[in-house]
Nanobody, 118 residues
Framework: QVQLVESGGGLVQAGGSLRLSCGAS????????MSWYRQAPGKERQFVGT????????SYGDSVKGRFTISRDNTKNTVYLQMNSLKPEDTAVYYC???????????WGQGTQVTVSS
């Protein structure tokens, strides 16, 4: 069992930056693959990106590639999402997720709202 808590969301102007954090408690954090997803009102949940256990490999959805960066600090049980060059279409609730098996997320945070104004 692991508990995930996101923070760092807020209101930002287009072109600005935000850094989201996701803190984990429970089982050793380093055993989990960590991912970020987002969901905008009326839309399906969208994959943002994922990072491997050691933090050496990341992959991203096409809509955020080149603008967002995922990192993790296993000593702090935290994964980060650095979001640059934000666009209004990035407005969504952002969720972090943890899983053991690639492609399967066993635990989810409660989400944090990101709003990008034009």
């Amino acid at each position: 069992q692991v508990q995930l808590v996101e923070s760092g969301g807020g209101l930002v102007q287009a072109g600005g930056s935000l850094r989201l954090s996701c803190g984990a408690s429970g089982r050793p954090f380093s055993v989990y693959l960590m991912s970020w997803y987002r969901q905008a009102p009326g839309k399906e949940r969208q994959f943002v990106g994922t990072i491997n256990r050691s933090g050496t490999t990341t992959s991203y959805g096409d809509s955020v590639k080149g603008r967002f960066t995922i990192s993790r600090d296993n000593t702090k049980n935290t994964v980060y999402l650095q979001m640059n060059s934000l666009k209004p279409e990035d407005t969504a609730v952002y969720y972090c997720a943890a899983g053991i098996i690639p492609g399967r997320n066993d635990y989810w945070g409660q989400g944090t709202q990101v709003t990008v104004s034009s």
